[in-house]
């Protein structure tokens, strides 16, 4: 959990390759042990599909090369993953141009958990949606979402938005009905960890009841994603493995206990927000619409 | 926030009574300095309307009195308060008969804020009815809900219901969604502090947000609350004031900050739930159905 975030996670897992390949060029049996090592990274996040989606290219770019000694694989695996770098601030601020279209002057818009700069290379994702209509002169206001148990709302998003010197106020996850019956979101824009075939999206626990409530009050619920993280493999939300976190980030707040001892508690990380509720997925090749799997498809090979 | 649930409340307040006139026989025009006490105790918390309860009932006992000393008063008032206290363990009893046939064997309930013997003179309200489930030897699991900011689930109900030998699993309010599509929830019961003359709920902020997830899966939704919890000259949800409660209950935990300095914060403490999202409100007289503004005079009147 030391990087967190779809997108951040993508470029640090191709950077992560050529550290794994350094330590393994140790080894009397590299290509073994290199194996092994890729295989140990793939693991170390099941939701987020940035994670194998980068490992896989920096495989298939091994492949491509064929018999190479490790040097080259390391110099190759080192430009490849700069420019995976690069690319994902360019896709960031397309997304952002795409997102903004949707954004009106004076919305108040929700968000959940932190899909910013702190979560990409670049300018983030949901975050740069609004970046970018600030940008654009429009006066945006943020309810960070303050997201247990981990508080990526009121620790990441809260900071990095009062930092840009774009208003936000942090809510209780709690108070969203209430926020929205009062009329005070007009527009809800999250980040994604893993985005089935069909739309279905899966990202920070608790975004699914955001979304039911956004669609009972009949406020648009966007996810912002870049491409790398649909994982067209994957045919629905429900076939996205659900991380089963620690317990200390339930019972802790820091140093202080909150639950008794003794207690159980549940921590799944993440939830699937069925397609149906999700008004579009803004991507840097625009913003995809239902039907998803036709969207989707056409957003790939098109 | 010393004495928290709304039964409890009404109780206190009562005993308060006799506590504001034993303050006001020490000033020379103790009437005035009574009725000066009784308003601010009614002030004190404007959601909850067992404590205005409570002190009508104390004002309307010494109208009947007329001219009385004050030390007459104040045995009536200590007399009646103990009838109070009394009163609300027999009301949650019952209560907790009514509610107990609404829960089958093997139901796992979720609970919203803390409903029980740390909210009530009794065993509870909500966490009555699973008491006297479990006394009717039904296998019953519950889920509290942390319920932030004020964390009384994972503090309160996890304790008391550990202790009882309930088993009690905490989850982030989060996490709603997902254990009810995964058909983890069977039932829902929480408190209220107000219930308005149509039926309308004000409870723990994050209730309306359970109850409308709860609909959407189609899992019953109960309010128990006693009948003077009921407050007939309010007409809606939308007429009871909701606590605006200090920022730093949602900035720290304990004594740790979670949101950046300069943010500003949202603390809503309740939020009105819709009749029509109530599948019965669970009193001392029995459960209440829809049209509540009919069964509710009923409950009263008839």
Not at 135 to 162: C, D
Request: hydrophobic share 45%.
């Amino acid at each position: 959990m030391v990087v967190r975030g779809a997108p951040a996670i993508g470029v640090t897992a191709a950077y992560g390759c050529c550290l794994a390949l350094r330590e393994a060029v140790e080894q009397d049996d590299w290509k073994s042990a290199l194996a092994e090592n890729l295989d140990k990274l793939e693991r170390a996040r099941p939701t987020a599909v940035n994670l194998s989606w980068a490992v896989r290219l920096m495989r298939a770019l091994h492949e491509e090369l064929g018999e190479v000694r490790a040097q080259d694989l390391a110099k190759a695996w080192f430009a490849r993953a700069k420019q995976l770098h690069a690319e994902d601030i360019e896709t960031n601020r397309r997304m952002g141009a795409f997102g903004a279209e949707l954004i009106e002057d004076g919305d108040t818009v929700m968000t959940h958990c932190n899909a910013g700069a702190l979560a990409t290379a670049g300018h983030g994702t949901a975050l740069g949606v609004i970046y970018s209509a600030v940008e654009q002169g429009k006066k945006i206001k943020v309810i960070a979402n303050e997201t247990r148990p981990f508080l990526q709302g009121a620790r990441l998003t809260a900071y990095e938005l009062h930092k840009a010197g774009v208003p936000v106020t942090v809510a209780c996850d709690n108070a969203c009905a209430l926020l929205m019956k009062r009329g005070m979101v007009q527009k809800v824009v999250v980040g994604a960890d893993r985005i089935a075939a069909n739309g279905d999206a899966v990202n920070k626990i608790g975004t699914f009841g955001v979304a039911l409530l956004a669609k009972h009050f009949g406020i648009p619920f966007y996810v912002a994603a870049p491409l790398s993280t649909i994982d067209r493999d994957t045919p629905t939300g429900d076939d996205i493995p659900i991380e089963d976190r620690t317990p200390r980030e339930v019972t802790h707040v820091g140093d202080t206990q909150i639950t008794p001892d003794g207690v159980p508690v549940y921590n799944f990380a993440f939830d699937p927000t069925p397609a149906e509720l999700i008004h579009g997925v803004i991507t840097e090749k625009g913003v995809l619409r239902e039907p998803y799997g036709a969207s989707i498809k056409k957003a790939f090979d098109g």
